[in-house]
């Protein structure tokens, strides 16, 4: 049996998921173009029957993005499949994930259908499928409560219809490990098939337990985990990809698994997948959180200064984390900037690298040194406010002081006009956010709002992430300058332009 374990991301589409993301198409590409270069088999970039614009997201990815499989999502009905088709026909290597529930509670009060009517379905969706492309996924949703002889059934039809990939998903995180990697074991008993395939899990976090039973299936024959950056996903969330790939890593003469993944990559892959969807990471979070690799305690840190494996299992830089250094200042050049920015992996074209040369030349007038960690939020800005965006701030300007209502005039630039406001608040970032509402004509209310220093030092970036509610969907907006009144009016105004994007 090959050690080979296939690590299939859907940040893109089940992380997507998550309450208040809501990613453009060019976010998307961003991340998408990322996940290749830390060497993910498969990226499921969307699921195109569900607006024009996810569609529209897929497809790019799909055109644009060499090396993994590119995974469009379909229910097994037939608009969806020939819908995820179109968005995926241009890739390199297209698969169409098809899926229908499985559990007696689904297909009774959900599908409110027949068991037999299911299993047709299925049959003819992996069928419809198939007639697009050779590689086709097929998962029985919620899976870990359905009947086992149900399951055995329709996994023997679809593969009979010619599915390449089965994928066990514990869609409402129900499953306990020893239990899932009995399920897994005794499914491939009882259907032979399977041992011909990949064989997927995908496993939700509700009660803590996707990592671990992602585990469990993979000691008991599993071949490929699904999951996503920094455990994204419905409610708690999937899988957490990072987890996963340096478990098996560290691990690795225990549990006798690799995957392809460049771990170095993974902490710059977290950063953006956290920076473009506005979820920040907790401070403790396995491999990726902030305080990962750090050490507190007097007897922890005189271990690690005298030897660092009395205290740490992964060296820090073997997931790419490094210091962040000091590379640029005042006086540097576009060509100083564009040769560091390669060595961080981003190639610019001349008009992004003169926006983006502009953006630093301001941030080197209020900021002495610049780190790559400054570097890093300005690039996941710059993505953010794009091309895509539909208002964009001109200016801002704010009065407010002790005993004084704080007044904000805005100027907004919607395709090439120019719209002002002025409004007041309860302070400088509600009077500015009241300034935008009035100039754009939405209204909103606020849920969180947060704002954390991107550096060290009382010159430091600003980086604000907002969740807002706007016509009962929760968006997400974040926006980063050294001056927080401005990162918050522009954090307001992300959040307000995904709504119109929509
Ligand atoms: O959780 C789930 O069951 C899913 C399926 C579509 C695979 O996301
Ligand atoms: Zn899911």
């Not at 225990?254 to 902490?267: A, C, D, P, Q, Y």
């Not at 947060?450 to 907002?466: E, F, M, P, R, Y």
Request: glycine share 8%; proline share 2%.
């Amino acid at each position: 049996m090959s050690d080979k374990i296939y690590i299939f991301d859907t940040t893109l589409r089940d992380g997507e998921q998550s309450p208040g993301i809501s990613l453009s198409v060019r976010e998307k590409l961003e991340i998408a173009e990322q996940l290749a270069k830390l060497g993910v088999d498969a990226i499921e970039a969307g699921f195109p029957i569900t607006s024009q614009g996810d569609f529209e997201a897929v497809k790019s990815v799909a055109k644009r993005v060499k090396g993994p499989k590119i995974v469009a999502l379909a229910r097994a009905v037939n608009a969806d499949i020939d819908k995820a088709w179109e968005a995926i026909r241009a890739a390199e290597k297209p698969m169409i994930h098809t899926f229908i529930a499985t559990s007696d509670i689904h297909i009774e009060r959900k599908l409110r259908k027949t068991k037999d009517e299911v299993l047709k379905m299925a049959e003819a969706a992996i069928k419809r499928a198939k007639k697009y492309t050779p590689e086709v996924e097929f998962s029985p949703e919620d899976a870990t409560r359905s009947n086992f002889d149900f399951l055995c059934k329709i996994l023997e039809v679809v593969l009979e219809s010619g599915a390449t990939v089965i994928n066990i998903p514990d869609t409402v995180g129900y499953a306990l490990p020893d239990e899932f990697g009995k399920l897994i074991r005794e499914l491939k008993l009882a259907v032979p098939g399977l041992n011909d395939v990949i064989v997927s899990v995908h496993c939700h976090n509700d009660l803590g337990l996707a990592v671990a039973n992602s585990l469990a299936a993979v000691k008991n024959g599993a071949n490929q985990v699904e999951c996503t950056i920094n455990g994204l996903g419905e409610r708690a969330g999937n899988a957490a990809l990072e987890e996963i790939v340096m478990i098996l890593d560290t691990r690795y003469r225990t549990l006798g698994k690799r995957t392809n993944i460049k771990t170095e990559e993974i902490t710059k892959t977290s950063r953006l997948v956290s920076t473009l969807t506005g979820y920040q990471i907790q401070f403790n979070k396995a491999i990726v959180g902030a305080n990962a690799f750090a050490h507190s305690s007097g007897i922890h840190t005189d271990g690690v200064l005298k030897e660092r494996i009395t205290y740490e299992i992964i060296s820090p830089q073997k997931v790419g984390l490094t210091e962040s250094k000091i590379i640029l200042g005042k006086t540097s050049g576009r060509h100083a900037l564009r040769q560091h920015l390669e060595s961080m992996g981003y190639s610019l074209s001349a008009d992004e690298l003169e926006r983006t040369f502009k953006r630093f030349k301001e941030l080197a007038d209020k900021k002495a040194e610049i780190t790559d960690d400054d570097l890093e939020a300005v690039m996941a800005d710059e993505v953010r406010s794009g091309k895509a965006e539909i208002y964009s701030i001109d200016s801002l300007h704010v009065t407010s002081g002790t005993g004084e209502v704080p007044i904000a005039t805005v100027r907004l630039i919607k395709n090439g006009e120019i719209v002002e406001k002025t409004a007041n608040g309860d302070g400088p970032v509600d009077a500015a956010c009241n300034a935008i509402s009035e100039a754009t004509g939405v209204s909103t209310e606020l849920l969180f709002y947060n704002v954390s220093a991107i550096t060290g030092g009382l010159d430091a970036q600003g980086d604000v992430t907002i969740q807002l509610d706007i016509g009962g969907k929760k968006l997400i907006g974040r926006g980063i300058s050294t001056d927080i009144i401005e990162a918050s009016a522009k954090a307001y105004l992300n959040a307000i332009n995904k709504s119109l994007n929509k």
